[in-house]
């Protein structure tokens, strides 16, 4: 009995915190835009009795979804978000695996000092931190002023309000998600094996190759879902610091939510993007059964 | 005619294999090595024994090319190997933990050294599973480590350092992770491996037995230097230091004066006591201070006092450690000098003629003990 209460407990937390929700998204997307509150209709109305269910689930149909196929900018959207996702995960993994493997080769009084660097800027709400990257990158940024006063360019660059800025961004963003895991998988690492392989013949490169990087491929993997999931769907930095070219369908279903006032597309929209993240979310959660599993 | 014993250390005609020339290692202030020289000979199995942070290890590390002498030279086969970076050395290391690579399966860690030699692929195939044949592995190839026993791996490590065919092995506490009896097994097994091979092994360890058991040669170390080198049954017979005496095996030590008589010595050691007598090949001044270090299995314990002995004290039996085969009885003689005499259990228990708390004699031969300078 306490066993089934113990499980009960987070199974309450999924149905009330995401399954509940995403019913409700989902009801929306089978729905008509109207002029009310809320701006959809059906609407359940339980006065009528069963004769009112009936015309509730009547009313819902698939036209949403459809009229998504009919207009390219969503499929548009939804592919341009795959590739900024990608591309962003891959920098992410170039920047973040060297400071991880810097942070487990540190001396060991060095590496709570440098763990708390890499949490510090959580401490600062994500949008202020966001903000002050347009700060950075604008034409009369920070950026450009000290590029300029070195002498290095004549002409402010353009990277604010471009995809390079939304890379910037991204990358800042989602390095800890990228580093912690790498870090962790590297930290457990036993240095006597780079010692044997050394020993065995290799340098210290082939070593790193055929050592370090295989022990450390279930980090990487799980550092690279930690920021592609959340990047896919990513709103607040392809709309403050990419451009009007930026897709991404996190900023298309922002505007159909708002913009146009069209709840029920942008809950297909919403449906859609995480049908497409199921399968990146179930390989990352056997890629952690599998560690534990060795852990094990 | 008797075949020919293996002692290339007492022939001066025979070229050692490796070298170490006044060699010292210092870790910022801590001498881990102190000014060392030895040798160690081609077909040698050859122990580093000593406790924790007596050196061996770093001994075994510079051999393998983890750390660089602060002074001194270290020659393998007459060349000097500081300026040679591990992964280039003709020396393969077993590590302690054993460190086989956990992603990788049993043959491919074998193999790992193999392809970094870039040896052709019929070649590497053979010689996997000559190794995995001489360490009877053939039907875990496929296994990774994770999935077989302790011993197993153990094999396997031996296995993957023996496959490029080096020089010198090292091994670092190689049977540390094992339990007693699998242990006195494998024991066995790397020395049949190690005739084998014909390959010459320098190990690391803590354990005196295991170290006595395998090795042609034992060198005792304490605090970065050698204390004794020499064959597992002269260090034990023939100890040059109350250290050595003490740190291998049961021992015990009487202090007094030495004074020469004849071709022996008598020690005095405590008042009211009779002289003992022990022979030496040392010379001894008169009135010089001394240790006589004797072995508890060279005390003979009686209730009568034995006739024609150059040595019997009477003493109480103040404690006894039955170990099943043998017994060993502590003897508290009147001035609080307490000797170990150990006898064999040939008869029952019950049969015994002493106990706690009886006044036995003790007595053993002028050539029993070893008498070691003060």
């Not at chain 2, 077989?148 to 496959?163: E, H, N, P, T």
């Not at chain 2, 202090?255 to 006591?273: R, V």
């Not at chain 2, 017994?327 to 003629?353: C, D, F, M, W």
């Amino acid at each position: 009995m306490r066993r089934v209460t113990l499980i009960a407990v987070p199974y309450l937390w999924l149905l009330a915190l995401f399954l509940v929700p995403f019913l409700i998204v989902l009801k929306i997307s089978l729905s008509d835009t109207e002029l009310a509150i809320p701006p959809y209709t059906p609407t359940l109305d339980f006065s009528v009795g069963w004769q009112g269910i009936k015309d509730f689930f009547a009313a819902l149909d698939l036209e949403n979804f459809e009229f998504l196929t009919t207009d390219d900018l969503y499929w548009k959207a939804y592919l341009s978000s795959l590739k900024i996702a990608s591309i962003a995960t891959f920098l992410t993994l170039l920047v973040g695996y060297p400071i991880a493997y810097g942070m487990a080769n540190a001396p060991d009084h060095w590496r709570p000092t440098l763990m708390m660097l890499i949490i510090l800027p959580f401490w600062t709400s994500f949008l202020i931190r966001v903000y002050s990257w347009m700060g950075i990158l604008s034409n009369e940024g920070y950026l450009n002023q000290f590029l300029m006063s070195i002498g290095l360019i004549s002409e402010p660059l353009v990277i604010l309000n471009t995809n390079i800025a939304v890379y910037i961004g991204i990358i800042y963003t989602y390095l800890p998600f990228m580093i912690l895991p790498i870090y962790s998988a590297l930290e457990r690492l036993d240095a006597s094996l780079l010692e044997a392989a050394e020993d065995l013949g290799c340098s210290r490169l082939t070593a790193f190759w055929l050592v370090t990087i295989p022990l450390s491929k279930n980090g990487i993997i799980a550092g690279c879902f930690l920021v592609f999931i959340p990047t896919l769907g990513e709103f607040v930095i392809p709309s403050l610091l990419g451009g009007s070219k930026t897709l991404m369908i996190g900023k298309v279903l922002w505007e159909e939510f708002f913009n146009n006032r069209d709840w029920p597309v942008a809950s297909a929209v919403a449906v859609i993007l995480l049908l497409i993240l199921i399968i990146p979310i179930i390989l990352f959660q056997r890629n952690e059964q599998k560690q534990r599993e060795i852990d094990g | 005619m008797a075949e020919k014993v293996f002692e290339p250390w007492n022939d001066p005609n025979e070229k050692p294999l490796i070298q170490f020339q006044n060699v010292t290692k210092r870790f910022g202030d801590f001498t881990a090595i102190d000014n060392q020289s030895f040798d160690i000979y081609e077909q040698e199995f050859f122990a580093l024994l000593g406790p924790s942070g007596c050196g061996k290890t770093t001994l075994m590390r510079m051999l393998a090319g983890f750390e660089t002498p602060t002074e001194g030279t270290i020659l393998l086969g007459g060349q000097d190997i500081a300026p040679i970076p591990p992964n280039k050395r003709a020396t393969n290391m077993m590590f302690q933990s054993y460190a086989l690579f956990p992603h990788l399966n049993i043959w491919e860690n074998i193999a790992f050294g193999l392809k970094r030699d870039r040896m052709a692929k019929p070649d590497i195939d053979a010689r996997v599973d000559e190794m995995l044949k001489l360490t009877r592995l053939e039907k875990f190839a496929k296994r990774k480590p994770h999935q077989i026993s302790g011993g197993q791996r153990q094999r396997v490590a031996l296995a993957r350092a023996l496959a490029k065919a080096p020089k010198l092995l090292l091994l670092d506490e190689p049977l540390g992770a094992l339990d007693a009896k699998l242990r006195q097994d494998t024991q066995f097994e790397l020395m049949d491996i190690q005739e084998k091979t014909g390959t010459t092994f320098v190990i690391v360890t803590h354990d005196q037995e295991e170290a006595m058991t395998v090795a042609s040669r034992v060198a005792v170390m304490d605090h970065g230097q050698i204390i004794q080198a020499d064959t597992p049954a002269r260090i034990y017979e023939m100890p040059e230091s109350v250290y050595v005496a003490d740190f291998i095996g049961d021992v015990t030590i009487i202090s007094g004066t030495a004074t020469p008589n004849g071709d022996s010595n008598d020690i005095t050691f405590a008042e009211g006591q009779p002289t003992l007598r022990a022979k030496s090949e040392r010379r001894f001044a008169k009135g010089q201070a001394c240790h006589l270090a004797i072995r508890p299995e060279k005390v003979a314990i009686s209730t009568d006092k034995p006739a024609n002995t150059p040595n019997a004290l009477q003493g109480k039996i103040l404690d006894i450690a039955y170990l099943g085969n043998l017994s060993t009885y502590h003897v508290e003689l009147p001035n609080g000098q307490i000797i170990k005499s150990q006898a064999a259990n040939t008869r029952r228990l019950s049969a015994r003629p002493f106990t706690w708390e009886d006044d036995v004699w003790l007595s053993w031969s002028e050539t029993a003990g070893v008498l070691l300078e003060g």
